[in-house]
């Protein structure tokens, strides 16, 4: 996953690594070293580190451009003095990235084959770090990977912290579920967990042999549908995911009533479109379907979900590929640094509320965006 970029190269500074939060006003500045943070203090003239007390620039372009940045903002400062942003105050995309490892080797996963074998992690002293300059007010928080809970038991460490610091925050626990077969984890997750926490796990076949063709891991649909299960039977809120490729296409009705038979107390199935980046691209003979396509199949299953009192959503779908009566359940889900529209978009009617494209998506449309008009 890519964090929204913003990279200023700050050449003076020879420093330790930093996470530093930012200000643009006294009271901020006080308030972040008060609290014993590092902080990036941004005026007209000058931009500094604090409680260093260090000048880091006085170049004109840098400030500038960080004045599009927000106080308490929260960056990375490397030793080489690339200040590079982590935490974004205005956006509701913001997550702690764990680690790019994983169990499974799904497909179409956007990310690549190398990252999941042989991605590195964030220690959890590291991510509680990270936690400690991002305000408490914070509306929305994701917790993502590769798997994250492959990292262990150490993650609960960083769970407990989020619970005692985030009282309000909404939390989005991204896995595959596989490690929710163990019962010991789904007791530590609902003693651990943050009050508003949603576990979001992917569902890519009615049985494990559509199921574990995708994930490229044997016997990984039992284990998901087993963590699913007795997560459920513990409270804890879950969406369920599908994403649709060549690969699932044709069972996407059975899914919708695996979902119908077996959970349908999960909050809403969200069902979602590919991007096609990292193995997605390589396999993508594989698995790429058009976007009509794969609408039409994800429809005929929301109808299923939906006459049975599931709520869903219909994720990573411009709005002009999907029947206009369904609009109601499509969501603009492409965060702002990745989303594309073609230029047909130019003239449509419909682009503010439409969620548009995958940059990595784009040259796989071919010519299905149709201005609304
Ligand atoms: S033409 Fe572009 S803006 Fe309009 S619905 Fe299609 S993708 Fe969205």
Same mark, same amino acid.
């Given at each position: 996953?890519?964090?929204?970029?913003?990279?200023?190269?700050?050449?003076?500074?020879?420093?330790?690594?930093?996470?530093?939060?930012?200000? $643009?006003?006294?009271?901020?500045?006080?308030?972040?070293? /008060?609290?014993?943070?590092?902080?990036? $203090?941004?005026?007209?003239?000058?931009?500094?580190?604090?409680?260093?007390?260090?000048?880091?620039? #006085?170049?004109?372009?840098?400030? #500038?451009?960080?004045?599009?940045?927000?106080?308490?903002?929260?960056?990375?400062?490397?030793?080489?003095?690339?200040?590079?942003?982590?935490?974004?105050?205005?956006?509701?995309?913001?997550?702690?990235?764990? /680690?790019? =490892?994983?169990?499974?080797?799904?497909?179409?996963?956007?990310?690549?084959?190398?990252?999941?074998?042989?991605?590195?992690?964030?220690?959890?002293?590291?991510?509680? =770090?990270?936690?400690?300059?991002?305000?408490?007010?914070?509306?929305?928080?994701?917790?993502?990977?590769?798997?994250?809970?492959?990292?262990?038991?150490?993650?609960?460490? %960083?769970?407990? %912290?989020? +619970?005692?610091?985030?009282?309000?925050?909404?939390?989005?626990?991204?896995?595959?579920?596989?490690?929710?077969?163990?019962?010991?984890?789904?007791?530590?997750?609902?003693?651990?967990?943050?009050?508003?926490?949603?576990?979001?796990?992917?569902?890519?076949?009615?049985?494990?042999?559509?199921?574990?063709?995708?994930?490229?891991?044997?016997?990984?649909?039992?284990?998901?549908?087993?963590?699913?299960?007795?997560?459920? =039977?513990?409270?804890?809120?879950?969406?369920?995911?599908?994403?649709?490729?060549?690969?699932?296409?044709?069972?996407?009705?059975?899914?919708?009533?695996?979902?119908?038979?077996?959970?349908?107390?999960?909050?809403?199935?969200?069902?979602?479109?590919?991007?096609?980046?990292?193995?997605?691209?390589?396999?993508?003979?594989?698995?790429?379907?058009?976007? +009509?396509?794969?609408?039409?199949?994800?429809?005929?299953?929301?109808?299923?979900?939906?006459?049975?009192?599931?709520?869903? =959503?219909?994720?990573?779908?411009?709005?002009?590929?999907?029947?206009?009566? $369904?609009?109601?359940?499509?969501?603009?889900?492409?965060?702002?640094?990745?989303?594309?529209?073609?230029?047909?978009?130019?003239?449509?009617?419909?682009?503010?509320?439409?969620?548009?494209?995958?940059?990595?998506?784009?040259?796989?449309?071919?010519?299905?965006?149709?201005?609304?008009?």
């Amino acid at each position: 996953m890519e964090r929204g970029e913003m990279i200023i190269n700050l050449e003076k500074y020879k420093g330790k690594f930093k996470t530093v939060s930012l200000a $643009f006003d006294e009271d901020t500045k006080t308030d972040l070293i /008060t609290n014993g943070l590092d902080v990036v $203090f941004i005026s007209k003239d000058e931009i500094r580190l604090y409680p260093d007390n260090l000048s880091l620039s #006085e170049d004109r372009n840098m400030i #500038e451009k960080l004045y599009k940045a927000h106080n308490y903002d929260v960056y990375e400062l490397c030793e080489n003095g690339r200040l590079s942003k982590y935490y974004d105050g205005s956006s509701i995309d913001n997550y702690f990235f764990v /680690t790019a =490892k994983c169990n499974s080797n799904c497909i179409m996963c956007p990310s690549p084959d190398y990252s999941r074998q042989q991605g590195g992690s964030t220690h959890v002293d590291h991510l509680i =770090k990270i936690a400690k300059h991002i305000p408490s007010d914070a509306s929305h928080l994701t917790i993502t990977g590769g798997e994250p809970f492959l990292i262990g038991r150490e993650i609960f460490r %960083f769970i407990a %912290f989020l +619970r005692d610091k985030f009282e309000y925050t909404e939390f989005l626990f991204l896995t595959n579920g596989r490690i929710f077969a163990i019962d010991s984890y789904v007791q530590q997750f609902i003693e651990t967990c943050p009050q508003r926490s949603l576990i979001a796990i992917p569902i890519h076949g009615s049985n494990a042999k559509i199921h574990d063709t995708i994930t490229q891991a044997e016997a990984s649909f039992d284990q998901t549908v087993l963590g699913i299960r007795k997560l459920l =039977k513990a409270g804890v809120h879950i969406e369920l995911r599908i994403v649709v490729s060549k690969m699932n296409v044709k069972d996407l009705n059975n899914i919708a009533l695996l979902i119908v038979n077996q959970f349908s107390n999960v909050e809403y199935v969200s069902i979602i479109a590919m991007e096609m980046t990292g193995s997605a691209r390589v396999n993508q003979e594989k698995v790429w379907i058009s976007y +009509r396509e794969a609408a039409k199949a994800a429809i005929e299953a929301s109808m299923i979900l939906l006459k049975n009192g599931i709520d869903v =959503k219909l994720y990573n779908f411009p709005l002009c590929t999907v029947k206009r009566e $369904f609009w109601t359940l499509c969501e603009k889900s492409i965060s702002t640094s990745k989303v594309r529209y073609g230029n047909v978009c130019h003239n449509c009617k419909v682009k503010k509320s439409c969620g548009g494209v995958f940059a990595g998506t784009m040259s796989f449309e071919e010519g299905e965006l149709c201005a609304v008009i």
